[in-house]
């Protein structure tokens, strides 16, 4: 499927017929704080909404999800996601400082309560940036993917969010066209993405995969340009189980046409539907099927030097 920028009011429609599955409106927070890089979609100019937050505000709308928008992590505790179903976060850096965009900082108290929400049977969506926070060993506002030890993988002693999530977010090289491999294509938003898509888009190179992901998406690595694509295919969506309840992530999300597209937002939307209960979806683990060498790692790059 060539990945083609479509009208919003289309992705709209194609949620209408599941709109009602669900009673109460499925209650999401779209958590957007960047201590790191803040990017285009999530900023907020001149007062205004952001970018994603206008696409959700109408999806939303006509499709039974109520959303609830902020960047404020002090909000963090268990009273605070008692008012939720699914939290979604397009974040960056080390969450527990300011960092870059000034707004408050999750507690480590509200970074376990996030942990304990979700396994106890709620749900929990990451965007894009989301793998670029709470790096392992890395403290402190912004981040820098300059550094040689995150080209490796930690297992166990990784960052208990990306342990959470995972996944976690190594860097990318120049923003090009690639193909991404449609691995559930019967999995909720994705039953009309047909067997590939193929995208202009900042991709994103991961590792620490979890051992129970269920895979949506494999980057097809072959052929890309730049040393940070030099390794095996590797997922870029996923499901896993949480405990009693449900994280998905895709890391798709960067450019303002990937979130004009059908694909995206269906993909997305089908995740929050997902992790809320709203609709299942097989979550069987398939990672060592689907990406058997996913967890071999591109060369530490030239330019690397910390």
Known sequence: ??????????????????????????RVLYFTKS???????????????????KIFSRIGAANGLEFTFSKDGSKFSPEYLAQFDVVLFYTSGDLLSVGTDGHPAITPEGKQALFDWVAAGHG????????DSCHTGERGGGNNPQRKQRYKNYGTEADPFVKFLGGEFIRHGKQQVATARV?????????KLGAELTV???????????????????????????????????????????????????????REDVWDSVAFQ????????????????????????????????QPVPEDVKQ
Request: net charge negative; charged share 15%.
């Open 124 to 131: 929990f969506v990451g965007v894009h940036s989301c793998s």
């Open 183 to 191: 691995v559930s294509p019967k999995f909720p938003g994705f039953e």
């Open 35 to 53: 201590s790191g890089f803040e990017h285009s979609v999530i900023k907020h100019v001149d007062g205004q909404p952001s970018y994603s937050e």
């Open 266 to 297: 269906s993909m997305v939307l089908g995740a929050l539907r997902w992790a809320g209960g709203v609709v299942e979806g097989d979550a069987t683990p398939n990672l060592q099927t689907v990406a058997p060498d996913a967890m071999t790692l």
């Open 200 to 254: 202009m888009e900042e991709w994103y190179t991961l590792k620490e995969f979890a051992s129970n992901l269920h895979v949506q998406l494999v980057l097809e690595t072959k052929g890309m340009e730049g040393g940070d694509y030099q390794r095996p295919p590797f997922p870029i969506a996923w499901a896993r189980q949480h405990g009693k309840g449900r994280v998905a992530y895709n890391a798709m999300g960067h």
């Open 1 to 26: 499927m060539s990945f083609l920028p479509k009208t919003l009011l289309a992705v709209v429609t194609l949620g209408l017929s599941l709109a009602g599955a669900h009673a109460a409106p499925l």
